[in-house]
């Protein structure tokens, strides 16, 4: 797994953009498929939790981060790339100190595909990760 950053604003230095990027498995592929994603928030220090709920039961949706991950699967001859967003799902950040270090993330998402046309696929999948990150100040 490959991970890196940007500022989501350049006038806010708690603002994020990760990338995302990792060759997976499963047990029934011959060969590895790569996973591509990003997910943005605004201000990492208004944490650590995160949320986003596009279908509550009642009230509005909530959105307090953005995401998208590309799925490219060579060993899939009828849909070798695939897009999801993050339905349901909480994101956790220990946010590096401000001169610097290390940032922790955890994400737990309920995603959905979104086909040619922007639509949602409702087949949920579930996408859980962590990983940690050096931000230099």
Known sequence: MDVNYILADSTLGASRRYYIT???QDDTELG???ISA???LPD???GPNFQVDLEPDSGEPVTEFTAWI?????NDPIDSLRSFIPVNGV???GPAPETGGTERVNFIFTMNEVD???DLIDIPIQFTGSFRLRIED
């Not at 590309?70 to 060579?74: A, G, K, P, Y």
């Open 32 to 34: 590895v498929h790569a």
């Open 116 to 118: 040619e046309d922007g």
């Open 91 to 93: 994101l956790q950040i």
């Open 70 to 74: 590309d799925e490219i699967n060579v």
């Open 22 to 24: 990792a060759n997976v």
């Open 38 to 40: 990003w997910i943005e």
């Open 44 to 46: 990492v220090n208004v």
